[in-house]
Structures are given as structure tokens and as C-alpha cells.
């Protein structure tokens, strides 16, 4: 996996009374589930009437669907058509990368909260 390793951390904070609250952490990298991908897709979508990658990004990825789908119904006359709007090396000079063409992690962090020390 590309996520990176785990992380430990701990601290000791103080109440109002002096007393010290101990707090143990460990923080991971969790790939994005699949709601949290549509729903990032769905705020690019968004973001393309305010912001020109947005938009670049958007207009590709809908050709790349026209292209599937023509493929997928053996349109071949229609793909010819198309082929010309879609060009590889306009397609390099893209800023964004779809969330389904790579794996995109998210920071999970658990901690705990104690009187007592829990590292040694």
C-alpha cells in the first residue's frame, strides 16, 4: 500500500486543578471509502463553473465516458468522431487527477484519554 506508516504520539495536559490528564494517539492513513469519493466528485462538479481546472477536468472526464460508452455500444462511426476531440497529449497538461485513477488516503486518529500513562 502507499499509505504511510501509522504514527504514535502522546501528551500530558493539566486540568484546573493541577492534576495530569494523560493522552495517547496513534494516527493512520486510511484509503478514501466510496462515498466520500462521489461526494468529493460531486464538489469538483461543483467547483467548475468558479475554477478553469475544475472545468478542464470535468469536460475530460465526460469524454472519457462518451468514449466508454460508444465502445461499450460498438458505435464505431461515432468514436471516429470523437477520437479527434480526444487528444493524449492535451490530457498530460491536466493540475487534477480523478479520485477512481488513483488511491487518495484520509487521516484517522484515535486517542486515548486517561489519569494514567499509557507509554512507558
Known sequence: SDAPLPQYYG???KNERGDSIYVSCVSFMEPLTTEK???LAR???KR???CLPHAQFCEKRERQQQVRLLQKNG???ALEEL???CSTEADSNFLLTGFDDMTTFENKT???VSRHPFWT
Do not use: A, H, W
Request: hydrophobic share 40%; with cysteine.
Open 11 to 13: 501528551f500530558v495536559v
Open 37 to 39: 469519493v462521489e461526494q
Open 83 to 85: 477520437g479527434s476531440d
Open 43 to 45: 464538489m469538483s462538479e
Open 75 to 77: 458505435n464505431i462511426k
Open 48 to 50: 467548475r463553473k468558479t
Open 110 to 112: 484515535i486517542c486515548l
